[in-house]
């Protein structure tokens, strides 16, 4: 029998999707609205970890995922110079059969997700934001910025870093706080070298190249800096191509083959975690609106997943919602703290040039634990 609730996701990105097909499969009215009236996704690759691709596994993706994408166990580590120090065994028991790492364009994870949830007929509302919030008892009304108004059992704030929903429940809610390093993104052709993630530590910056389809991958360059620096889009690959002076094997022929073409993305690395509870009332924060974290660990998408996942286990097993999202809480903060306080603490390993050793026995660390049921 369906479930008469009716939800609101607000956001339409990894975490908003997944919570939405998870609370359709649950039977609730599920409304969907996002800004972009294009749906579209920025970005370029993604970095996907084992304990992700479980959770894509049930929120139904998996096999299109590794259709699309590409898996391959283990993370090889080199020196700056390109020489293989050695390798993380990435597998876990915990995973089964499950690849224990890969990646996959964002875009077409972006084209997978949309069309998974758009087959269990939610209502999508695009280019359409929230104005406002009003809570009366265990039910939200909601104002749209197109004039529409409508009232919720469950409002789900999936908007990213810079959420508003976030703003609008909290009074002292935390704003997103520079973390220290600039993030570069080069996105290629595959090189037939690299078979799986590879990290080259030991120079002035960490570096890796990760494969996102049989014949492309993408490179990030993490950039050291006390304040976030912003340079002109047609200058970028003649500051890429002097920061990477010194590498050596791969990273070497990745800089002197950029040109002013080379598809090149630079951005401040941010973070933010929204207190002990994302939950007021019937509302709650998911994903980079409640837990955005630097991308050490690459963790965040699946962290958003897994969160969807959970609240649609919680909702279906609750018909209070203000106690199914408790319970959401209660399985869900230590994890997602976990992945910031761990990615925090690489990125200070990485700035401070620790050794690699240091470095990756927190990887291992938290993979293994990540690898553990949510």
């Known amino acids: 029998m369906a479930d008469r609730r009716k939800a609101l996701i607000i956001g339409g990105g990894i975490a908003g999707m997944s919570a939405a097909i998870a609370l359709r499969e649950a039977g609730l009215e599920v409304h969907l609205c996002d800004q972009d009236p294009h749906w579209r996704v920025y970005g370029a690759g993604i970095t996907i970890t084992g304990p992700t691709l479980r959770a894509m596994g049930r ?25 293989l120090l050695f390798q993380l065994d990435t597998r876990s028991k915990a995973l089964g059969a499950i690849p224990s790492a890969g990646g996959i364009l964002r875009p077409v994870l972006h084209k997978i997700m949309s069309e998974r949830l758009l087959a269990l007929t939610p209502t999508v509302m695009l280019g359409v934001t929230v104005d406002s919030i009003e809570w009366h008892g265990d039910l939200a009304t909601v104002r749209f910025s197109n004039g529409a108004s409508a009232t919720y059992d469950l409002v789900v704030g999936a908007d990213g870093i810079y959420s508003r929903t976030r703003q609008q429940m909290f009074q002292d809610a935390p704003v997103p706080r520079y973390a220290g390093q600039m993030c570069w993104r080069l996105m290629m052709p595959r090189h037939p070298d690299i078979k799986r993630r590879t990290f080259f530590l030991g120079g002035p910056a960490k570096v890796g190249l990760n494969p996102v389809a049989p014949d492309q991958m993408y490179m990030f360059y993490l950039e050291a800096q006390a304040q976030p620096v912003w340079r002109e889009e047609e ?30 993305i630079c951005r401040p690395l941010e973070t933010v975690l929204a207190g002990e509870s994302w939950v007021f009332g019937n509302a709650v924060l998911i994903g980079d609106a409640a837990h955005a974290t630097t991308p050490q660990l690459a963790s965040g998408a699946g962290m958003g997943i897994e969160d969807g996942l959970v609240l649609g286990e919680e ?3 609750h018909d209070h919602v203000p106690t199914a999202l408790q319970n959401f809480m209660r399985r869900r903060y230590d994890r997602c703290k976990l992945v910031v306080d761990s990615s925090l603490e690489i990125s200070r390993l990485e700035r401070e040039r620790a050794a690699p050793q240091a470095q990756t026995a927190i990887v291992e660390k938290a993979l293994a634990a990540l690898s553990e049921e949510f």
Do not use: F, K, P, W
């Open 59 to 83: 929120l139904g993706i998996l096999n299109a995922v590794l259709e699309q994408g590409y898996a391959a166990d283990g993370i090889d580590i080199c020196s700056a110079e390109g020489r």
């Open 315 to 317: 909702i279906a097993r």
């Open 235 to 264: 200058n970028l690959h003649e500051v890429l191509r002097e920061l990477m002076q010194g590498y050596g094997g791969v990273l070497q022929e990745i800089a002197e083959g950029l040109t002013r073409t080379s598809n090149i």
